[in-house]
């Protein structure tokens, strides 16, 4: 059994999420990929910003830095920058990340700083109580989408691969094994390295779309998490209400902190 | 020769300032550009963010590696940045934030010289906090107000708002740089424990917390919800009052440390003008002018505007027989001056809002009107 207790603070236990939420799956997947990767605590940083997601670094006994709504990365761009030597890892939603946050998203990407970003989406507003986010599917109900969603959701790794990111991959909870597989990728790759995390939130998604049950929520993941390999296998129609995961993108791209020491490196005149 | 803008870059360098992250704004813009040129030749980083929200999370973020950091930008940037200038305060992470001022509201007048944050500086953002603020009036002065806004920071580990406007920041004039050694500096205290017996946010007498910079071994959570000596979130409402209490205190206990003013011929003035900024330098001319024409005039000019110089201000009230305002904004001092003067002496407020300078000819037209 893999030890979790080496890399969590036990103290701040119990966790404030529901039963049933997938955010603790993440967290998981995430220390055991840090644990294979030796990463030494005290040179790694966790910053999130604000949401039932971003409480997940207040769990792990790293530097941890919860900031502003949506604000994650820009924090995260000022600590990777001033000490480009640290592993610094970003937790946010994904109204965290692309509502409020949607113009630091696409310009850290662009950047391709060497932040490791895992985006929670539960396509919904965990934290306020289950307003619409920009990953809600359409047609579906949120607290401030009575009637159902009107607008067309975004497709969050592919704006990140757009934008510039080096490494773009989606991952679920329910395969979590794979999860953490992603994960170790995104850690191990220099530059802007984003894994779209698709995790249920019973409580303020899954109870107004006919799956309050959590176990139903994770089914319904199993049913519709589909491997690249089996993608690329399937006709548009088998495709309808699916989505990939995997590796997306996976590129060789001049990473900014390094670029930067580069430039010091030509114009430093203080030696 | 150099301009206010310029000056302001200098001193941070000088000040031990490594970490500067901006957006373009005029008439800032030149202390970004000053600064992305300086910073990478000493090893010192230098990043252009998508927005002013963006440049002030990275400047946190970088301060809380230990390294000195700052942005600038004018009132729109500003205003967009409160959010996170009030992070700072919670979170108590030094930084430094330059706003050479324009008028507003909105978009206002970007070239044009004038005073309307002085209040923002104050209270621009939400919830309860002590507030350090400085203002210098001339390239000289910027120079050397830029440094002790980093000490300041480092020293109560606050943001500190350093108050410019479009005359100061674009004048070119001379500015003599001391030797470095000659400086005095100021770094953040260093934790008293090991990190096994840390506590990030440990109350001490002097109500400063000590934090560790990320990456030297102290693994600790920072958080702008209210939170505990370990730094973790919590709703205990004694933890609550205890650290919003202190936030306040911090700044207030430390007053006379940290106000600072100037007095030109105030000992027997029977008119106490009251003037920061550019428009100091239209004071001083004018009490000279005053004297000249027989009229007793003096000078009280805040180098801090906040926390709030309320005991020379008083102080001049027991001595003259009005207090005049002149400011660019619409009295916005002129309030905190009445209330500082407990209603001992008039105050009459000077406003000029229309984008030009306060002339000493104005303020000695109001002087002879008073008297
Ligand atoms: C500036 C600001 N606006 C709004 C809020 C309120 N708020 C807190 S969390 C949140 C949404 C979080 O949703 P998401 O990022 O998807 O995270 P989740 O809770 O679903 O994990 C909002 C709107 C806030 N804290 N700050
Ligand atoms: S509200 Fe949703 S996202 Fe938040 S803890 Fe509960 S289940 Fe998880």
Redesign the pocket.
């Given at each position: 059994m893999f030890d979790y207790l080496k890399y969590v603070r036990e103290e701040n236990f119990p966790h404030i999420w529901c039963s049933g939420c997938g955010?603790g799956i993440v967290l998981k997947a995430l220390l055991r990929a840090v644990d294979k990767l030796g990463i030494d605590r005290d040179e790694a940083v966790m910053v999130s910003?604000?949401?039932?997601?971003?409480r997940t670094p207040g769990y792990v006994d790293v530097n941890t830095l919860h900031t502003?709504?949506?604000r994650a990365l820009a924090f995260a761009t000022g600590v990777k920058s001033a000490k480009p030597h640290l592993t610094v890892i970003v937790v946010?939603?994904?109204?965290?990340?692309t509502a409020?946050g949607g113009n630091h998203f696409i310009h850290a990407a662009r950047r391709n700083i060497d932040l490791t970003v895992l985006l929670?989406n539960?396509y919904?507003?965990?934290?306020?109580g289950g307003?619409c986010?920009p990953t809600t599917p359409r047609g579906a109900r949120a607290s401030t989408a009575p009637f159902g969603n009107l607008e067309p959701p975004f497709n969050i790794s592919g704006l990140a691969i757009a934008a510039g990111a080096s490494f773009v991959a989606r991952g679920d909870v329910y395969n979590a094994k794979k999860l953490e597989t992603l994960i170790l990728k995104a850690l191990q790759k220099k530059g802007f390295s984003l894994v779209e995390v698709v995790t249920p939130?019973p409580t303020?998604y899954g109870r107004r779309n006919r799956m309050a049950n959590p176990v139903k929520m994770m089914e319904h993941l199993r049913d519709t998490a589909v491997s690249m390999e089996k993608w690329e296998s399937m006709s548009g129609e088998e495709r309808a209400g699916k989505f990939r995961t995997g590796v997306l993108c996976d590129v060789e791209r001049p990473e900014y902190t390094e670029e930067y020491a580069r430039l010091v490196e030509e114009v430093r005149t203080d030696r | 020769m150099m301009q206010g803008n310029q000056a302001c870059a200098e001193g941070a360098v000088a000040a031990g300032c490594r970490f500067f992250a901006g957006y373009p704004i005029t008439p800032s813009s030149e202390i970004a550009e000053y600064l992305s040129i300086m910073l990478p030749r000493i090893g010192g980083r230098f990043i252009q963010m998508e927005d002013e929200i963006a440049a002030m999370g990275a400047t946190i973020g970088a301060s809380l590696t230990g390294v000195k950091a700052m942005t600038a930008t004018s009132g729109p940037g500003f205003s967009l940045k409160q959010?996170n200038i009030g992070y700072a305060s919670m979170a108590e992470v030094p930084c430094v934030v330059v706003n050479v001022m324009r008028g507003g509201p909105s978009t206002g007048t970007p070239t044009l010289p004038a005073q309307m944050d002085v209040q923002q500086a104050r209270w621009g953002s939400h919830g309860d906090r002590g507030v350090i603020a400085l203002t210098a009036k001339s390239a000289q002065e910027t120079f050397q107000q830029t440094i002790r806004a980093f000490n300041l920071a480092e020293r109560y580990m606050t943001p500190v708002i350093l108050l410019l406007d479009e005359i100061t920041g674009h004048t070119t004039e001379k500015v003599v740089i001391p030797e470095r050694s000659t400086l005095e500096i100021v770094d953040r205290a260093a934790p008293d424990e090991p990190p096994g017996e840390y506590l990030p946010y440990r109350l001490t007498d002097d109500c400063i917390p000590r934090l560790a910079p990320f990456g030297t071994g102290y693994r600790y959570n920072v958080t702008g919800l209210v939170h505990n000596e370990t730094g973790f979130p919590t709703n205990d409402s004694r933890d609550i009052a205890c650290l919003i209490e202190r936030l306040t205190k911090k700044i207030e206990m430390h007053e006379d440390d940290i106000v600072q003013w100037n007095e030109v011929m105030l000992d027997d003035a029977e008119v106490g003008i009251f003037a920061y900024g550019s428009v100091a330098r239209s004071a001083n001319a004018a009490v000279r002018l005053c004297r000249e024409a027989g009229l007793r005039a003096g000078l009280l000019e805040p180098t801090v505007l906040w926390p709030f110089p309320t005991k020379a201000v008083l102080e001049m009230a027991r001595r003259v027989k009005v207090i005049v305002v002149p400011e660019l904004n619409l009295g916005q001092m002129a309030r905190e001056v009445s209330l500082a003067a407990q209603c001992s002496v008039p105050v009459r407020r000077l406003g000029r809002v229309d984008g030009n300078p306060i002339t000493p000819q104005q303020i000695v037209d109001l002087v002879g009107e008073v008297l």
């Open positions: 955010d910003g604000i949401g039932c997601s971003s502003t709504h949506g946010t939603g994904d109204g965290d990340a409020i929670y539960n919904i507003y965990g934290m306020t307003q986010s939130c303020a | 959010e």
